[in-house]
């Protein structure tokens, strides 16, 4: 899971960074910035601790590997509306575009998740 946190760490890193730089063409650029920050985080957040799902100390037969990334997948996708939620609750005044950056957030660690594994599978092989 190693390269995989990277890669979703780097993914949220710079959707982080975007998120907080597009807020300050806003009108409260304070409230916009930490809601679209926060929902940007809490995106990689969860596909990071989902990712650690797969950390292991004994190796895993690969029949279960598919299983075990749906299983992640399924918390990851149960997690990010719950972010989503609380920031469009806690900060009406800048929900929808703080939304829009978490779910951003979301389809990019993912596909960054998904290419790491790719790759790893295929050196497997």
């Given at each position: 899971?190693?390269?995989?946190?990277?890669?979703?760490?780097?993914?949220?890193?710079?959707?982080?960074l975007?998120?907080?730089?597009?807020?300050?063409?806003?009108?409260?650029?304070r409230?916009?910035?930490?809601?679209?920050?926060?929902?940007?985080?809490?995106?990689?957040?969860?596909?990071?601790?989902?990712?650690?799902?797969?950390?292991?100390?004994?190796?895993?037969?690969?029949?279960?590997?598919?299983?075990?990334?749906?299983?992640?997948?399924?918390?990851?996708?149960?997690?990010?509306?719950?972010?989503?939620?609380?920031?469009?609750?806690?900060?009406?005044?800048?929900?929808?575009?703080?939304?829009?950056?978490t779910?951003?957030?979301?389809?990019?660690?993912?596909?960054?998740e998904?290419?790491?594994?790719?790759?790893?599978?295929?050196?497997?092989?």
């Open positions: 899971a190693g390269p995989v946190l990277r890669g979703v760490a780097l993914v949220t890193l710079v959707a982080v975007l998120a907080v730089g597009g807020s300050q063409f806003a009108e409260d650029r409230t916009m910035s930490l809601a679209t920050g926060l929902g940007a985080l809490g995106a990689g957040l969860a596909t990071g601790l989902s990712a650690l799902f797969f950390v292991s100390a004994t190796p895993r037969p690969a029949s279960i590997c598919g299983s075990m990334w749906l299983g992640a997948t399924l918390i990851r996708f149960a997690a990010v509306p719950g972010v989503c939620l609380s920031i469009y609750w806690s900060a009406p005044s800048v929900g929808l575009v703080a939304v829009l950056a779910v951003g957030t979301y389809l990019a660690c993912l596909a960054a998904t290419a790491m594994v790719v790759r790893i599978v295929h050196r497997s092989l």
